[in-house]
């Protein structure tokens, strides 16, 4: 099972913008303000932040919590950091202070791969206090299998980039070639992104963490639910 390298994420974060997920990110931080609001909290760490438009929304709503984002790429950093929030391109164990909560939108738990992700969650209890929460999405299988496969073209006056995403046995995998515009040339970057397949069975299993509520969602409004929420309390 392969990682995501920080190579691949920072490719990723040079052409987030061309995607078209912006779109429904919305409706998506919507279901967390939800859940958000019927908890308690004063500091709130969101993980794989990205470009930092869920912190921003966050800081504004909730005025008197305290934030901090992290995200594996650095590039995503920067660009978090300059719309205005405190982000930091560090690993869970870098970090030094303890939260109420946890979050991570947009599938960021599916990019760790089946050893990472056992790691992961112990890791994360150390930062979390007891009884607090950590909230995320991740894709279903329907989500994987069937929506997000097949190719993708988009450009702007700088930027050409093809993806080419496949699906199979809880491995989804995304081809990133990207062509940049540098004056009159253009530098070509190819890198792969893995995502990994989770359920309920997993989660269930971990332990120090117990299901409070799992929240099945249709972010893109097709047949079948495409993501699922999760709210796991930390018990340990
Ligand atoms: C699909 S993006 C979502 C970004 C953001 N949460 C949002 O709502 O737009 C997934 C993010 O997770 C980050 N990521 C992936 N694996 C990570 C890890 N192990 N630790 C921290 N960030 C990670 C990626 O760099 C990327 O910014």
Sequence with gaps: MESNKKEALNLYAKVEDLLGIKEYAPKLYSYY????????????????????????????????????????????????????????????????????????????????????YIDFFNKLKSVIKKDGYFIFDVNTEFGLSDLAVGNFIAQDSNRFITIESFYENGLYESNFTLF???????????????????????????????????????????????????ILKNVD
């Design 180 to 230: 940049e515009r540098v004056e009159n040339c253009y530098n070509k970057s190819q890198e792969r992104i893995f995502q990994y397949l989770y359920s309920r069975d997993f989660f269930k299993l971990l332990s120090g963490w117990e299901i409070d509520r799992v929240l099945p969602i249709k972010l893109y409004e097709m047949e079948k639910f495409d993501k699922e929420i999760y």
């Design 33 to 116: 303000y939800e859940i958000l609001d019927t908890l308690e909290f004063n500091s709130l760490l969101d993980i794989g932040c990205g470009s930092g438009d869920f912190l921003l929304k966050l800081q504004k709503r909730y005025e008197n919590s305290r934030f901090l984002g992290i995200d594996k790429s650095s590039q995503m950093v920067k660009v978090a950091r300059d719309c205005g929030v405190d982000a930091l391109n560090i690993e869970i164990e870098q970090l030094n202070i303890e939260f109420d909560i946890a979050t991570a939108t947009f599938d960021m738990v599916n990019y760790l791969t089946p050893q990472e």
